[in-house]
């Protein structure tokens, strides 16, 4: 059963056109997290929200926005994409825990023409 | 800052064992972990070992942390062609962020 669910799991925008992306979690999980990833590359923060606490990672640009209305839902909203902003969208939860392990959902390929 | 380090290239026959390493500079890191991301796929959590253990097995996986030299590896016993992939190694720091390795990509020879 998918415990950490992103839609859609492939998004073409316009360059300037505003996109969302939706990642929702059936964990219960306090914490969630939007990661970067471009090609061959390791996965970037961007921001994590610690219950409704946002907290942006120091060199994530205004371009990127989050919203988290409630437990289970989390969105990052890209104003302005621009032909660099291409690349899979990871969401991630964890819980307070000792471990504090980050499960990831399948990821949103995001394709700016 | 962190700095976590994996070579990006490891190829190994169907069958053989495979050894991924994988380096970090913080000392403070409590959890180690290795995830699995295949072609156009999230990443999943393999395994992770805390940092006060030398050794995890789990199945074909097994974890070896030297914490002096700050070294961790991932073995995979009896390596079969669906464990081709990239395996990403990451630290977890006093605030509780991830910081990954560039990622080994794993290709499985028949």
């Known amino acids: 059963d998918a415990m950490v669910i992103q839609n859609p799991r492939y998004q073409v925008t316009q360059f300037g056109k505003p996109v969302t992306l939706s990642c929702s979690q059936t964990?219960?999980?306090?914490?969630m997290y939007w990661y970067q990833q471009k090609s061959s590359q390791a996965p970037k923060l961007l921001f994590h929200?610690?219950?409704?606490?946002?907290?942006n990672e120091a060199d994530t640009p205004d371009n990127f926005q989050s919203r988290r209305p409630n437990t289970s839902f989390c969105f990052l909203d890209i104003r302005s994409p621009g032909l660099g902003d291409a690349a899979m969208y990871l969401c991630a939860t964890s819980a307070i825990s000792r471990s504090s392990t980050q499960y990831f959902g399948p990821g949103t390929r995001l394709t700016v023409l | 800052g962190e700095d976590v380090e994996q070579s990006l290239f490891l190829s190994v026959r169907e069958g053989d064992s495979s050894v991924i390493n994988c380096t970090y500079t913080d000392s403070s890191s409590t959890y180690l972990y290795w995830y699995k991301q295949e072609p156009g796929a999230g990443l999943q959590l393999l395994t992770y070992i805390f940092s006060n253990m030398d050794m995890k097995q789990d199945q074909r996986l097994t974890v070896l942390l030297n914490k002096k030299d700050k070294h961790l590896s991932l073995r995979i016993a009896d390596t079969q062609t669906g464990d081709s992939a990239i395996y990403f190694c990451a630290e977890r720091d006093s605030a509780r962020q991830l910081t990954f390795g560039s990622g080994t990509q794993l290709t499985v020879l028949p």
């Open positions: 929200y610690y219950d409704k606490d946002f907290n």
């Open positions: 964990l219960n999980h306090n914490v």
